[in-house]
């Protein structure tokens, strides 16, 4: 099993920046595909980014392209969301997932572990 921990959530001013961290444990002796999903008020959970295992390959949403950068260290077993100019419609809460594949992949679906999610809000 994969637990996954969220953190570097919080209260940010639009325009501003947040590093989100996510801590893998358990069965961490391989590597996962992994991504950022986040849901907001009212809305369903929505795709952010993803990265591959070595972390040589990313994906972003639309609407987070040139803001948001992930990334990841392996040796640390953690994945990282770097978002800057930071919008109020950025606010949700944001989720980490790990999957249990070999590919990158955009839907939620297909990943099989989920962090408790770190609540993001952007104020205007």
């Known amino acids: 099993q994969v637990q996954l921990v969220e953190s570097g959530g919080g209260l940010v001013q639009a325009g501003g920046s947040l590093s989100l961290s996510c801590a893998a444990s358990g069965r961490t002796f391989r590597m996962y595909p992994m991504g950022w999903f986040r849901q907001a008020p009212g809305k369903e959970r929505v795709f952010v980014a993803a990265?591959?295992?070595?972390?040589?390959?990313?994906d972003y949403a639309d609407s987070v392209k040139g803001r948001f950068t992930i990334s990841r260290e392996n040796a640390k077993n953690t994945v990282y969301l770097q978002m800057n100019s930071l919008k109020p419609e950025d606010t949700a809460v944001y989720y980490c997932?790990?999957?249990?594949?070999?590919?990158?992949?955009?839907?939620?679906?297909?990943?099989?572990?989920w962090g408790q999610g770190t609540q993001v809000t952007v104020s205007s």
């Open positions: 990265i591959n295992l070595s972390g040589g390959s990313t």
């Open positions: 997932a790990a999957r249990a594949g070999v590919r990158l992949s955009a839907v939620g679906a297909e990943y099989d572990y």
